[in-house]
């Protein structure tokens, strides 16, 4: 036998297990019938010696501990069914039963721990996809995972809508899980946030259910993932307002096939770390069960008794390859393989349970048959399950509950104006209190909204409220507990409103400038919008965020004139609205508030104190449905569909068009999501020629799909082209003159009415 081949049977030693599960059941070829499952409760296992027999079972340079033989016995279990379903999955991706796979493996010691120092039900959890030990340990069942592998209906994690490993429980208050490395930590540090803040305004404390003065936030990351900013944006919040939250770091020494030296500055993030204040950081050998709960236990003190965050650094293995998907022997050597199979935490335990006197072999052995048997029951009766029904699929795109669109949100024929007329920056500040006064769970916050962070000055100054004043005088209504700033960071702002929302607070959140929401666009794209679809209506997180927006500001320039909709309004399970006028802003407002999506509500930046679109107070109980779209002007020949800065372009140039006897009839959305198809068939089936304006550039923009869509279902209707008029495919200028040639303007509306009419 050469050197090689001597090699590669010690690192298969780290892969029997997996290669018992493949190789231990002959390939099946058709579903068995289903057979009932229930995870036994712990037993006195035949083999294991009286408790007087049991020695002290920590690790002899390690000291003591006082863990029962009951327990010891329990904690190899989970681990080695953790390691078993693994394994299970493995096989049954071999036999194309199952679609993907992502392996715990090599690291089930320190996630049991972790298990058992948190409390299942009443601390919360964001777990990542390597957390199965985690999930087992607070009483996720082996079905429960198997039905993930599966795809099944009854799934609970995502009801067949999420890879497998993705795990979300709501019994257990296991947040529903993502793809993306690090979008979980904001919304951990929001979730705790919601226990700190509930805990600060009386009216909630008083209100709420669910929330405990010692509860614990967990969450785990992969040392990869301590690479994205949204790791470092976390711990800055969580040291700051010493939010009860334990991160814990699962440091395997890759990300996929990235070592940790490449990823981190020195290859020890918690080194890294050490100048965050108030943050408890342990180290731990986290292929060790013992050790690994004695470290668990005490950053979860640490956190329950309100010192602040606790961050545990575990080192532990990869046994297995990244996924299915990936081949680690493509880049790691033999011996490094080899050196990790050495250290396999479920083999080591083991034969230290056996070596201490806690179990014999045979008693060992009765463990793993039992699971075995457990896990191929579990997978028989997940293999046996339904699937998803079709026609489910678009369930959950948004609330099945609260439907902004209906006639319960609709008080537009009941208005009543009182009051002076006020900007559209007054009706939304108007809006906010009094939405604030009606609802305690609402928060605000952003960068700049408070009047002044410095509270002590609050008498002395005037106060900030926003760059445009738009959050003024929030933070002395209702106080720094309920309106208050955040750092210079997007995501962090997204983020937290998430973790917030789906503990049933009302996050408003603001994004200074449109420009700048880049950073959060993986919490609103792959978060935000999803979280009600991928976990099949059990998680929810309805924010509503503000974002000024748009151009003709006259030195704007490039960073401070964006208007790309488009790239949300494509996105599934947001809501977005765009109001041209102060009365419009203050319904709209109202009822993003009181739904039960998340909105993103865009407000013009040059609308904000336009005289025109003023109007007086239309009292608390305004609202507009969202879908519902306004005719600003009637007309006969000629339709322009619109919204935003474009509505009055547009209303001045139909006038124009008045005086050469061309009827202009302007139409605007307000609501881009949805929008008002009937309002914009019936305009079109009665003049048969549309124009389309918005401040969008023209390829690719907003109005492309209200044009196809009339070209579409409306062609013969229409006796002229569907004609757009837009922003020039390029960026906008800081000089007037360039900017005035790049933005639509009232001209370009005019010359378009004048060329289809005479089409």
């Known amino acids: 036998m050469n050197t090689d081949t001597k090699v590669l049977k ?8 997996a290669a018992e599960a493949l190789t231990e059941q002959p390939q099946e070829t058709a579903a068995p019938k289903p057979v009932p499952v229930e995870r036994p409760k712990p037993v006195q296992v035949p083999g294991a010696k009286p408790m007087h027999m049991v020695k002290d079972t920590a690790a002899k340079s390690k000291g003591e501990h006082d863990l029962d033989r009951k327990t010891l016995l329990e904690m190899y279990r989970t681990m080695y069914l953790s390691r078993r379903l693994d394994d299970k999955e493995i096989q049954l991706k071999g036999q194309n039963r199952i679609y993907f796979q992502i392996s715990g493996a090599g690291h089930e010691a320190v996630l049991v721990a972790a298990g058992m120092a948190l409390k299942p039900g009443y601390d919360w959890f964001y777990p990542y996809y390597r957390d199965r030990a985690l999930c087992l340990q607070l009483g996720m069942t082996p079905l429960e995972q198997l039905l993930a592998g599966v795809g099944a209906e009854d799934d609970p994690n995502s009801h067949g809508r999420q890879m497998p490993s993705h795990w979300g429980h709501k019994k257990l208050n296991i947040v529903s899980q993502s793809s993306p490395t690090g979008t979980q930590l904001l919304q ?14 009386k009216e909630l404390k008083e209100r709420f259910e669910g929330f405990h003065d010692d509860e614990v936030t967990y969450v785990s990351l992969g040392d990869g993932t301590s690479s994205e900013g949204e790791f470092w944006e976390s711990l800055n919040t969580a040291c700051n307002l010493k939010l009860p939250v334990v991160f814990l770091v699962e440091d395997n020494g890759y990300a996929i096939s990235v070592p940790v030296e490449v990823q981190t500055a020195g290859g020890d993030v918690s080194k890294l770390v050490e100048g965050f204040p108030s943050l408890y950081i342990q180290r731990c050998d986290g292929t060790d069960p ?25 080192k532990v293995i990869r046994p297995y390859s990244h996924s299915l998907s990936d081949d680690e022997r493509l880049y790691r050597s033999d011996e490094e393989r080899a050196t990790d199979a050495e250290q396999d935490p479920v083999k080591r335990f083991g034969a230290r349970l056996i070596d201490e006197g806690v179990i014999d072999q045979n008693g060992l052995q009765r463990i793993k048959d039992d699971i075995d048997r457990e896990v191929a029951a579990a997978a028989d009766e997940a293999i046996a399950s339904s699937q998803p029904p079709v026609e489910s699929v678009t369930k959950f795109v948004f609330s099945p509950d609260v439907d902004p669109t209906s006639k319960a949100f609709d008080t537009e024929d009941q208005l009543e104006l009182t009051g002076s007329p006020g900007t559209m920056v007054d009706l939304i500040n108007r809006c906010l209190h009094t939405e604030m006064e009606r609802d305690p769970r609402i928060i605000v916050f952003g960068e700049d909204v408070a009047d002044c962070s410095r509270e002590q000055y609050l008498e002395t100054v005037k106060g900030k409220g926003g760059v445009f004043k738009v959050t003024a005088n929030l933070q002395r209504k209702f106080g720094s507990e309920r309106v208050f700033n955040s750092p210079l960071a997007e995501a962090n702002i997204v983020g937290r409103a998430i973790g917030m929302a789906t503990r049933g607070l009302k996050p408003v959140v603001e994004i200074q400038f449109f420009d700048y929401i880049w950073p959060a666009m993986h919490q609103i794209r792959n978060e935000l919008a999803l979280m009600r679809w991928r976990s099949g209506n059990e998680w929810k997180a309805p924010v509503v965020i503000r974002v000024p927006v748009g151009g003709y500001l006259k030195g704007g320039a490039v960073y401070h004139s964006q208007s790309g909709v488009s790239t949300f309004t494509q996105i599934p399970g947001l809501r977005v609205i765009y109001p041209s006028n102060a009365l419009d802003a203050n319904g709209l407002l ?21 005289a025109y679109n003023k109007s007086q107070y239309p009292g608390p109980e305004f609202m507009i449905p969202f879908g519902k779209a306004k005719r600003v002007r009637e007309g006969e020949d000629i339709s322009i569909i619109t919204y935003g800065a474009l509505v009055q372009r547009s209303l001045v140039a139909a006038k124009q068009a008045e005086r050469d006897g061309i009827s202009v009839e302007v139409i605007d959305l307000r609501s881009l999501v949805p929008y008002d198809w009937n309002a914009i068939a019936e305009s079109v089936k009665k003049t048969n020629r549309v124009i389309v304006a918005h401040e969008d550039s023209l390829s690719f923009g907003y ?3 209200i044009a196809a869509r009339i070209s579409s279902d409306l062609f013969e209707h229409l006796d002229a082209p569907v004609r757009r008029v837009c922003a020039m495919d390029t960026f906008v200028a800081y000089a007037p003159v360039l900017e005035d040639a790049i933005l639509p303007q009232i001209g370009d509306v005019a010359k378009a009415i004048a060329e289809v009419n005479d089409y």
Request: with cysteine.
């Open 10 to 17: 010690l690192v298969r030693k780290s892969e029997a297990s």
């Open 188 to 201: 951990a540090v929001g979730s705790a946030e919601s226990s700190y803040r509930i805990n600060l305004i």
């Open 290 to 314: 013992i050790e690994s709960l004695e470290v668990m236990r005490k950053a979860v003190r640490y956190c329950r008794d309100r010192k602040g965050p606790s961050l545990v650094h575990a």
């Open 590 to 610: 109202r009822t993003a508030i009181r739904c039960d999506d998340p909105v993103m509500f865009l407000e013009h930046k040059h609308l904000y104190r336009q």
């Open 703 to 705: 109005g492309a799909e």
